[in-house]
């Protein structure tokens, strides 16, 4: 008969009804996100930066514009560049996350937020100063350490540069596996923190002590 | 100085008149209390169907949101009750535009031509006991000629706009409505033969048990045929956002769309209360002397939500399924309610020409029987009407390939 579906039909969207709405309620409430997320504010831990520019060499889009001058001591006494401008202009990124998994100081982190809606396309260009003041909620992304911590980037405190952790060694052994890729770990962690938690330790004390290649350079 | 309303007066009967007439006549002349009276009233009508459209149109938001399984507008006031108000407000700032070729005049009267039947259709619904406006002996009537305004009303927006999908969609609702005029005039005839008068107040208080009882079929096919005249949306033809972009009303702007959409959802709740009227028995119910307008807007408000539910419900038919559906599908089943209907009504009235409760009883038995059966037969016989079309077999494209 004609009207049995539509009698079906009826009694579908009334039990639809009856259900809980999918609905979330983006400022009172927010849906969970991942620690890997990769959000627009940048967190970029000046005291690691050297200031080598891989992450601008990296850009796909070459948004990242760093200006660097000699440092006034020497490098040989672990001084590094002195950093005049890091602007990285967001309206273009597209947050591809590769000028993260460039840095080899494990400097610059992806950002957990999203909410960076501006009025001009000039306020869309994050300079130097802010990316100092902006609160550090790094995101996990390309960080194992970070994740393997258990960080909530949106629920967490934010973090200083000395608890971020490197990414380890057998870390990259276990991911590049067959590379055998002689790549020495630079840890300024080893230095003089008592602070460090015990979680990024443990990767630490794996890391072999340098065998000062940075210096070799510099020389 | 005191004046007395003849009981030759046609609002003699109407309670709330008379009271705000003997009021205001101790401080006017009678003339003028007379029409001051009727202003009264006339604004609580103009008023209580806009504010109702407004309410209603927030109403079935937020219903069929949660059909959805959504929320629906929530943000503006308590549970967004405000949110008409919003939606007002940003309507009246809106540029009000007039297309270039528009009939001018014409295109500024549709508005107000859309909005004046359904504020008309409440002259005649008693809210409670004597409490119509107007209580006319050919009140049936009344609301089926008023309703018929809308039609040249839909055909002037789509005339005047200078637009084809307004012409598009004017046809279309022309078409609709004229179409269901005929099973909805019929199926409210099977009432009239019951309540054996044209009266509102006589049919409600013919109604000792609701008339959706004793009449189904004529309720089905009066709920069918008004939500399709109402260009509700399993009929929506006229108005399809899809196809048309939106039909007759796609060039206004500004008041006059707020004008329109207030017309669109102040029908569904005058409809209702029509509906009600003549088949929901109307304000009666328990202590309904006092109560009588909270049954009445209960019963209103349950039919509302029929309205949202079947619009949250179903798709868009297609113009020749809707047109078969009306020709096809309901003036015969109303055609047999209506010589049902008159059968019984021969072989069971007494000899005063009137029916008791018992008669309607068995009337409603027989009725559902004959619901049913009809139902059944003719819902089997249009089954081939309403299918897909079929592809087109038999022409491939290199038949028609360019040599």
Redesign the interface.
């Known amino acids: 008969?004609?009207?049995i579906a539509?009698a079906k039909?009826?009694l579908?969207?009334?039990k639809?009804?009856t259900?809980?709405?999918?609905?979330v309620?983006y400022p009172e409430e927010r849906v969970k996100q991942h620690p890997r997320f990769r959000g627009e504010e940048f967190v970029w831990y000046e005291e690691r930066c050297t200031g080598c520019a891989s992450c601008a060499k990296y850009c796909p889009l070459g948004i990242i514009k760093i200006v660097t001058k000699p440092s006034e001591t020497a490098p040989a006494q672990g001084d590094k560049y002195k950093l005049e401008l890091f602007d990285i202009s967001i309206n273009r990124c597209m947050f591809c996350g590769l000028c993260v998994e460039a840095c080899p100081y494990d400097a610059l982190f992806m950002g957990s937020g999203f909410e960076q809606g501006q009025y001009s396309r000039k306020k869309m260009v994050i300079d130097i100063d802010h990316l100092r003041q902006a609160d550090k909620h790094p995101s996990t992304f390309f960080r194992p350490q970070l994740e393997d911590s258990g960080y909530d980037p949106r629920g967490g405190r934010p973090l200083h540069w000395q608890e971020v952790g490197r990414e380890s060694w057998q870390w990259h052994q276990r991911e590049k596996a067959g590379m055998n890729i002689a790549r020495p770990v630079p840890s300024d962690l080893l230095s003089d923190d008592p602070q460090v938690d015990s979680s990024f330790v443990e990767d630490s004390e794996v890391a072999t002590p340098p065998p000062s290649t940075t210096t070799e350079e510099a020389e | 100085m005191s004046c007395v309303l003849g009981p030759d007066n046609i609002l003699h009967d109407t309670l709330l008149f008379r009271v705000i007439y003997d009021f205001v006549g101790h401080l006017l002349p009678c003339w003028l209390s007379y029409i001051v009276a009727g202003g009264v009233i006339m604004m609580l009508l103009v008023n209580g169907v806009l504010m109702g459209a407004g309410l209603f149109s927030w109403v079935e938001r937020r219903?069929i949101?949660?059909?959805?399984?959504?929320?629906g507008p929530?943000r503006w006031g308590p549970f967004g009750m405000l949110q008409p108000m919003a939606d007002v407000v940003k309507l009246i700032f809106k540029e009000d535009l007039t297309p270039a070729g528009a009939d001018r005049i014409v295109f500024m009267i549709v508005p107000v031509a859309m909005l004046a039947p359904v504020v008309l259709m409440m002259a005649v619904v008693p809210f409670a006991k004597d409490t119509a406006l107007a209580n006319l002996n050919v009140g049936v009537l009344y609301v089926l000629a008023v309703t018929s305004i809308t039609s040249v009303a839909i055909f002037m927006a789509g005339w005047a706009s200078n637009n084809r999908y307004a012409m598009f969609g004017a046809s279309r609702g022309v078409a609709i409505l004229i179409s269901y005029e005929v099973p909805v005039v019929m199926s409210l005839l099977g009432v009239v033969l019951v309540a054996g008068s044209m009266s509102m107040a006589d049919v409600v208080s013919a109604q000792t048990i609701p008339f959706l009882l004793v009449q189904p079929l004529a309720f089905f096919v009066f709920f069918v045929g008004t939500s399709a005249e109402l260009n509700r949306t399993p009929f929506d033809l006229a108005e399809a956002e899809s196809e048309i972009i939106a039909g007759y009303h796609i060039e206004y702007s500004g008041v006059k769309f707020a004008l329109i959409q207030a017309a669109e959802f102040g029908a569904v709740l005058t409809s209702s209360a029509v509906m009600v009227t003549l088949f929901l028995s109307g304000w009666s119910g328990p202590l309904s002397s006092y109560l009588g307008w909270v049954w009445f807007l209960m019963k209103i408000g349950v039919l509302a939500f029929v309205f949202s539910?079947?619009r949250?419900?179903?798709p868009r038919l297609r113009i020749d399924q809707l047109l078969a559906f009306a020709w096809k599908?309901l003036l015969p089943i109303s055609i047999i309610n209506l010589f049902a209907t008159a059968l019984e009504v021969y072989f069971l009235r007494d000899g005063a020409g009137t029916l008791d409760t018992t008669d309607l009883w068995i009337m409603a038995g027989i009725n559902f029987g004959v619901a049913f059966g009809s139902?059944?037969i003719?819902?089997?016989l249009?089954?081939e009407k309403?299918r897909p079309a079929r592809p087109i077999t038999g022409v491939t494209l290199s038949s028609i390939e360019v040599s």
């Not at chain 1, 259900?19 to 609905?23: A, L, Q, R, V």
């Open positions: 008969m004609y009207g539509m039909g009826l579908v969207t009334l639809n009804m259900k809980k709405p999918f609905t309620q | 219903l949101g949660r059909f959805h399984n959504r929320i929530n539910w079947v949250a419900t179903f599908f139902l059944l003719f819902g089997t249009i089954k309403v």
